[in-house]
Every structure is written in structure tokens, then in C-alpha cells.
């Protein structure tokens, strides 16, 4: 493997050659004159000893200096190598690896968190390792990195990926009934590919449709949503808003509704707004009926904040390290079917029945050990790092029925 594409691994594999190579040279040395002196020596052949030396300086002095150089070698080439692998290049791109049990959760300086470490091909990559719960190992085999992830202490390993590709990544400390599961993958993006992902808005958040569509059809080159543009009437607050309107030169006032909006879109020329120029394009067939009711909806009902994507938030926290989607029982419940499912819980000693809902559910992540589900045990740790409406989005799209991609 040329050196420059992979260096940890190119690095290892060197020295691994090296002691390799130099202790089977060693072995079949010392094999071969052994065999040849017990052939060349035996006693049917000699039958009396025949030598009487004493002793021989230069083959002592050999067989002492050799071997240390030897050592000596290895070790100095195995030293420069571990520090080709602990001096991370400059310039590096960062990321951090979180292990807990089980998963691997990854977070990127612009916020983005992933499952998979997203990285760019042929540029040097540093990860930086941490553990929210118990020793962990970070383990890329097709880079030969490997380092253990201790709760509290900032550890790190760096690689540089050759071309586009998928890696595995394991845990290679065992952490408990999860750790098999701890496995995830390396995805090593083109840099163009990798710029497109890092950019896109954060995972869990879409934007509405509806402003999607007022953006993808240019409607906010005029129309603003803090009234600041002169050219056309403010998006802000339409909801119910009285608007002075004329109607073939007839002045009048409207209420702004759905009838309203879905006349001023397609048929922009009948009714006119007070106060602007008459220079709104009629929006025909390139705006369809379900997309019209979109836009019309976000004008009315407004920026309700961005909306969570609630699959996404279980892959990312990796909450699917335990729990199936399928109905197979993992470290803990499956997520399939929980709607009305009744379950079987201890609280405080106190066994009882509970209907899986919005409720149950937010105690469930919020404080998993105050409820501990029959048969499972008592390991999840604590949601604290999400907010309410991440949460909100999580019970959401697990009452629906969660969907593991
Ligand atoms: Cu984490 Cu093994």
C-alpha cells in the first residue's frame, strides 16, 4: 500500500513486517543449523566427543550485539511509527465519537451529529474520543487505529482515507450485553459529496414544505416576513389580518383566508393590494393543488419552528443499538407495536401494568430506572441531553410506529 494514501495503516503494516519478517529469519537460522548439527553431530557418527573448546570471543560477542541490534531496530522503528500515528497532521478535520452503551454517536464542529462518521476522502481526519458511560474502544481495523474511550478523559486517533469507501467500525473493549452491537461504519464521502452532506441542514430539522416551496419558486424576493420589502405585502402574520384590497377599481376590505391567498396566488391581477405595484405573476400550473395548500397553510399558520424529525433523532442517539423495529427483542423493548400496548413494569418494587403512551413514554426516556420494563434490564441511561420538543418528536414517531433505515 503506497504510504502516502493510508499512513496509519501503512505505518503498522511496516513495522509489523519488520518483526515479523526479522523473527522468521531468526527462527529458520537457528532451525536450519540446528537440524544440520544434529545430522552432522550424532553418535553413530562421533562416537567420543572429539572437541575440546573453550570458548570463542567473536561468535559470543555476534550472537550478543546481533540480537540487541535487532531488538534495538524494532524497537526504534516501532517507536517512530507510534508517533507517526499519535502526531495528527496539521489542518485536520474534527470530529468527536461519543461510545456509550451501545452505540457510537458522532458530532461535527458545525453541530451535526450522525451514527456513521461521515469524512472526506484524502483529507487527514482526527477523531476525538469520549464515553458517556464505561470504557469503550474505538476500532477501524482497515486503519489500524484502536483506542479505548474513558469516561471523563479525552483520548483521540487520527486517519486518512485513500479514496471513497464504507469502513467498519467496532467496540473492542467489552462493555456489556451490548457490546457485539456496537458496530458502525466509516462512509468516506468525495470532498464535493462530503461539502454537500456537512452543509445540509441539521439532520433532525426540516423545513416545512410550504417555505420550501416560497423559496423554490422565488416568492421571497418580494414578499418578506418582517415587512421590510417595499415591493410586495408582508408574509408576517396573515393569519386573520384585515387587508385593504381593490377589486376592479372597487375599494374594499378582506379578511386574509384561505379563499383569499389561493386568488391572490393563481389569479394575482383580480384583486390588488393597496399600496403595491400590480406586478405579481399569475402561478399556474407550476404550483399544484397539494403544494398550493402547503403554502397556504405556512402563510397562515406561520413559522411554526422547524420540524424534528423524530427517526432521525432514535438513529442519531442511537436508541436502534437496543431497541428493534422489527418485534425481535434486543437489550430492550422493540419499538414495534408500542401504540396501546400494555406493559409489565416494576416501580419501586411495586409491580404494575401500564398503557404505553405519550406519558409513559416521556418518563421512559426522561427517567428510564424509575420504571424498569419486565425481563429487561435496568441499563438504559437518562435522555438529559435532549430537549422537550426533541423528545416530543421521539414519542411522536413512536407511537406512529419508528422506522430503522
Ligand atoms: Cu462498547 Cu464494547
Known amino acids: 500500500m503506497n504510504p502516502l494514501t493510508n499512513p496509519t495503516a501503512s505505518g503498522v503494516d511496516n513495522v509489523l513486517i519488520y518483526i515479523f519478517g526479522s523473527s522468521l529469519l531468526l ?45 534495538l531496530t524494532m524497537f526504534w522503528y516501532g517507536w517512530v511509527n507510534y508517533l507517526g500515528l499519535r502526531d495528527v497532521p496539521e489542518g485536520a478535520f474534527e470530529v468527536r465519537a461519543t ?15 450522525s451514527s456513521k462518521l461521515y469524512v472526506p476522502a484524502g483529507k487527514p481526519i482526527k477523531v476525538i474520543l469520549n464515553s458517556t458511560d464505561v470504557l ?3 476500532f477501524m481495523p482497515a486503519f489500524r487505529i484502536k483506542r479505548d474511550t474513558v469516561p471523563g478523559i479525552e483520548t483521540y486517533v ?21 457490546h457485539a452491537d456496537m ?19 441539521t439532520t433532525a430539522q426540516t423545513v416545512p414544505r410550504g417555505r420550501q416551496l416560497l423559496e423554490e419558486q422565488g416568492c421571497l424576493g418580494c414578499h418578506s416576513f418582517d415587512g421590510s420589502s417595499s415591493i410586495a405585502p408582508t408574509f408576517g402574520k396573515l393569519k386573520g389580518v384585515k387587508r385593504e384590497i381593490s377589486t376592479e377599481g372597487q375599494k374594499k376590505e378582506i379578511t386574509i383566508d384561505t379563499d383569499y391567498l389561493r386568488r391572490a396566488i393563481r ?31 405556512y402563510l397562515l399558520e406561520g413559522d411554526t419552528g422547524p420540524v424534528l424529525d423524530g427517526n432521525k433523532l432514535l438513529e442519531e442517539n442511537g436508541c436502534f443499538g437496543c431497541h428493534s423495529t422489527d418485534g425481535s427483542a434486543l437489550v430492550g423493548p422493540s419499538f414495534k407495536g408500542l401504540k396501546d400496548r400494555t406493559t409489565e413494569v416494576k416501580r419501586d418494587g ?15 426516556i426522561r427517567q428510564p430506572n424509575k420504571e424498569i420494563v419486565e425481563d429487561y434490564p435496568a441499563i438504559m441511561p437518562a435522555a438529559n441531553h435532549l430537549s422537550d420538543e426533541e423528545i416530543d418528536a421521539i414519542i411522536k414517531t413512536l407511537l406512529k410506529g419508528a422506522d430503522q433505515q
Open 99 to 113: 461510545g456509550r452503551m451501545w452505540s457510537w454517536q458522532f458530532e461535527y464542529e458545525n453541530g451535526r451529529t
Open 158 to 178: 487520527w486517519f486518512q482515507a485513500p479514496e471513497v469507501g464504507s469502513y467498519d467500525i467496532f467496540c473492542t473493549e467489552y462493555c456489556g450485553t451490548g
Open 183 to 201: 458496530i458502525t461504519s466509516a462512509e468516506i464521502l468525495s470532498p464535493e459529496e462530503f461539502t454537500a452532506w456537512y452543509s445540509e441542514k
Open 27 to 71: 527462527l529458520a537460522g537457528i532451525t536450519i543449523v540446528m537440524i544440520w548439527f544434529v545430522i552432522r553431530y550424532r553418535r553413530s557418527k562421533n562416537p567420543e566427543p572429539t572437541s575440546d573448546v573453550e570458548g570463542n570471543l567473536w561468535l559470543e560477542i555476534t550472537w550478543t550485539v546481533l540480537p540487541t541490534l535487532i531488538v
Open 136 to 138: 469503550h474502544s474505538f
Open 267 to 297: 389569479t394575482p391581477e383580480v384583486d390588488l393590494v393597496e399600496g403595491f405595484p400590480p406586478i405579481m405573476p399569475a402561478y399556474g400550473d407550476e404550483i399544484s393543488e397539494s403544494d398550493l395548500d402547503e403554502i397556504i397553510n
Open 350 to 364: 411495586t409491580e404494575l401494568q401500564l398503557k404505553v403512551d405519550a406519558d409513559y413514554l416521556r418518563r421512559a
